[in-house]
């Protein structure tokens, strides 16, 4: 157990006893090797099963809309997490009185894939260190430098210290450069409409159509699915191109003014599909039109829940769209 | 009839096959394997600890077909009639033959049989290469299966290091490995110690007998509740599971065309009724339905094990949920608090 | 001859506000132009858009009231936003930006629209191809689809 661990279980524990929580969630130890799970935690006995480290995989904040907003929870939340919290505090899915926010500067998670990839074997267990992580393999066990196997989210991260924290574990890390975002959706837009529209395609038409991004994604708590919709039928349900377009291009469109770029979506995906080049593109378009990111306070409405008569600025009256 | 290829003739056999058959092999693609069209720059993949990611049942059973289309002003409707070519199906594991046999007892049995998955079926050959290394999420040998298990195959391959075993498994394919020397008694054994050590090498997961009726048992506890926790809701373990079958027809009326598409369970929207009534309402109901259907239902309605054990669901589950776990824990709910009460 | 390009107009049911402008809309509209109303621009949904790009359209015209003289007061507010935002968007998944025209009208504009019309008609041909994400039309027109 490390030192952390040994902190956050302290914590939860002091919550659950003084019961100014109703439940904790975080994360216990792996059944799958390399896969530690997100956990609810009410008993103070099953704290020995919580567990911390880097192949911590899952935005717990999804979870957080399972709860009625008179539960109180305690949540543990990295950088990430956090801002997935406000803004769905902004989106009035819980109370803020009614959440205990546990957080831990973010040195990042590590995509699961990249290790089973980096040793091109069968994987029996692991131990993260802050600078390595060790890998027991079937043949032989691994030292592998932790930067290489983090997910490219958090290769990109802008924010990596939880940004409105009730109690804070761990020294607070140097925020990234937000430049680390802007890069990459600028060179997408660099390319050829044909080569962007190319590389859209070939992503997108992989799709099983499982969901899987949007069930792992915090802002996706719709009950009822754009995709659900039968009458009238916008979207087609299948895996034929027309209908894997409509879902990576409308999902992500909805997250405007809403993802945090914490990249759950694609860890979450079983086709490996990249989604953040569009959530991030989005983000970026908030920022320089309404100088807006997602989640930095738990009250600021999102570009598309606002507008103004202001807005005159971006288009010309009476012409062509700017 | 067992004989020996050797691993260098393999792509020569393979395209022997390909004058008379579609051949599908695992290659890769991008940063997983997947069945695609054997030719002549094909680089396959055999060595790999796991398995194509996506289920080869996609191979008779397509994730989005169309069934029917219509006119739209006279509702005069066009049956689609499905033509395959003649096709072999190189380097299926086990795991996944077994559970497109599994499959037969849905749709090519009893009194509605799937022409789509029948006419597919009477084409495809089955030739399966055995795992002489399983890995880690793999739990074959539990669901009354194992590495080298023969049901749904019409040949089976055993890797014995510079050559395979060819067991030939049905007439069918009797046609296929002519010309190949037959393999010596010393051969065959190297096999079976092959296979049998592989079978060693995979841990319990879970006691498969008496489970059905202790899941049974347990059906009604709260135990299912804890377990279905963490649970998403997402279709990933029953789209990438090979013996799952559950389907949707709609009508896209903007083609004009019935087309059936993988459905899932694990969707509140699946068994959700018109009048609202939603039969299996939160998460403790679906999740506990997938375990139950495959590990008691499927008993009740095939007589059969719903599961092969192909670890699919385990690796790629988003939350890291491990059903030979949950088993484990039902079944020792069931022992340690039921039943000892 | 060069067939005519598809193109998809979603009007606002207010914004045409000489009578004679909105009979030339419900009766001589060319063929080639579709015609949806819509009680108010805040009702299109990008869906609605990503539908007629999808069906072929190879041009989208959205008309509407001036932004201070919406009909329901805000409708064309929420609407500017969205709707910009996402032509911004399928551009960067291949639909060209410039298939995508706002036309904002005031109570001045008579016989404006049919003259937005023809221009945008003009203007398309020299853009990029547009049936990149037509995947609901058959190959032989042309179409992206399997």
């Known amino acids: 157990m490390t030192e952390l661990e040994k902190n956050i279980r302290t914590e939860a524990e002091r919550l659950l006893r003084e019961g100014l929580v109703d439940v904790v969630v975080a994360f216990r130890k792996e059944d799958a090797p390399l896969r530690p799970q997100p956990a609810f935690f009410t008993r103070v006995e099953d704290l020995e099963n919580l567990v911390y480290d880097g192949l911590c995989a899952n935005n717990l904040a999804n979870y957080l809309t399972r709860f009625p907003d008179e539960t109180r929870v305690g949540m543990l939340v990295r950088g990430c997490e956090n801002r997935s919290v406000n803004a769905l505090v902004v989106e009035k899915q819980h109370s803020r009185e009614n959440l205990t926010l546990i957080g831990i500067p973010c040195t990042g998670i590590i995509d699961w894939r990249k290790v089973v990839e980096h040793t091109g074997e069968d994987i029996l267990g692991y131990e993260d260190r802050a600078d390595a992580l060790t890998v027991r393999a079937r043949h032989q066990t691994y030292q592998l430098p932790r930067q290489e196997l983090l997910h490219p989210s958090c290769q990109r991260c802008i924010h990596p210290n939880p940004l409105s924290a009730d109690i804070l574990l761990g020294e607070p890390l140097p925020e ?14 660099a390319l050829t409409r044909a080569e962007r529209s190319a590389y859209f395609k070939l992503e997108a038409e992989r799709c099983i159509r499982c ?60 086709m490996d599909i990249q989604m953040t080049y569009l959530t991030d593109k989005l983000g970026k378009d908030m920022w320089d039109t309404y100088q807006f990111e997602t989640g930095l306070d738990h009250k600021t409405q999102p570009p598309f829940a606002a507008f103004t008569l202001d807005d005159k600025k971006h288009f010309q009256a009476g012409g062509a769209q700017s | 009839m067992k004989y020996i290829l ?23 693609a991008g940063a997983y394997t997947e069945f695609l069209p054997f030719g002549a720059q094909s680089e396959l993949c055999l060595e790999e600890p796991h398995n194509t990611r996506y289920p080869p049942k996609a191979l008779f059973f397509p994730q989005s077909e169309a069934i ?6 006279t509702g005069q409707l066009e049956n689609i009639e499905v033509k395959p070519e003649k096709r072999i199906i190189f380097g299926i594991r086990p795991c996944d033959a077994k559970a497109v ?17 029948l006419a597919r079926r009477a084409e495809t050959l089955l030739i399966g290469l055995g795992c002489h290394e399983p890995c880690a999420t793999c739990f074959c040998t539990s669901a009354d299966s194992g590495p080298f298990n023969t049901e749904g195959l019409d040949a089976l391959l055993t890797d014995l290091g510079s050559e395979y075993l060819v067991e030939l498994l049905s007439e069918r394919a009797a046609g296929l490995f002519d010309g190949l020397a037959h393999a010596s008694p010393a051969q065959q054994k190297s096999a079976q110690t092959a296979q049998t050590a592989a079978e060693h090498a995979m841990p319990k997961a879970f006691e498969l007998e008496g489970l059905k009726d202790k899941l ?30 559950c389907f949707d027809l709609v009508d896209e009326t903007q083609r004009d065309t019935r087309v059936r598409n993988w459905d899932t369970c694990m969707y509140r929207v699946y068994s959700l009724e018109a009048s609202a009534h939603n039969p299996r309402p939160t998460r403790k109901e679906r999740t506990r339905q997938r375990l139950m259907h495959k590990y008691s239902y499927w008993w009740d309605h095939a007589g059969k094990l719903g599961c092969t054990g192909c670890g699919r669901c385990v690796r790629y589950c988003p939350v890291g949920l491990d059903i030979r776990a949950m088993i484990r824990k039902a079944g020792a709910y069931e022992s340690e608090v039921l039943h000892a009460n | 001859m060069e067939q005519k390009p598809k193109i998809a107009f979603f009007q606002c049911q207010w914004c045409l506000y000489a009578p004679e402008d909105q009979e030339w809309v419900d009766t001589q509209l060319p063929v080639n132009i ?48 969205q709707l910009a935002e996402f032509s911004s968007f399928l551009d960067y998944v291949g639909y060209d930006q410039e298939r995508v025209r706002f036309v904002w009208l005031d109570l001045q504009d008579r016989g404006r629209i049919q003259r937005e019309l023809a221009e945008f008609e003009r203007q398309l041909s020299k853009l990029s191809p547009a049936k990149t994400l037509a995947t609901r039309i058959p190959l032989n027109e042309g179409g992206a689809n399997d």
């Open chain 2, 216 to 245: 049974d048992r347990v059906f009604d506890e709260e135990i299912w509740a804890q377990l279905a926790q963490s649970c998403l809701g997402c279709g990933v373990c029953t789209f990438l599971c090979p013996t799952c079958f």
């Open chain 1, 176 to 189: 990234g450069d937000p430049a680390f975002i802007r890069e990459r959706v600028e060179s997408f837009e």
């Open chain 3, 34 to 81: 579709h015609l949806i109303k819509v009680p108010c621009t805040g009702r299109i949904d990008p869906l609605f858009i990503l539908n007629a790009v999808q069906g072929g359209a190879e041009g989208i015209v959205i008309s509407g009231c001036l932004p201070e003289k919406c009909h329901f007061k805000e409708g064309n507010l929420a609407a500017r936003r």
């Open chain 2, 101 to 117: 046999a599994l499959l037969d007892t849905v749709f090519a049995e009893g009194e509605n049989q799937d022409p789509f998955w």
């Open chain 2, 6 to 28: 050797p691993k260098h003739e393999l792509t020569l056999l393979l395209e022997r096959w390909s004058a008379g058959h579609a051949v599908l092999a695992p290659q890769k």
């Open chain 2, 68 to 73: 029917l289309k219509y006119k739209r002003n």
């Open chain 1, 211 to 270: 969901y899987a991004c949007r069930e792992a994604c915090p802002m996706c708590y719709c009950e009822e699915c754009f995709v659900d919709h039968n009458s009238p039928r916008w979207t087609e349900s299948g895996t034929s191109p027309a209908g894997t377009h409509a879902w990576h291009i409308i999902r992500a469109f909805h997250q405007t003014g809403r993802c945090t770029s914490c990249g759950a979506c694609e860890r979450a995906c079983p």
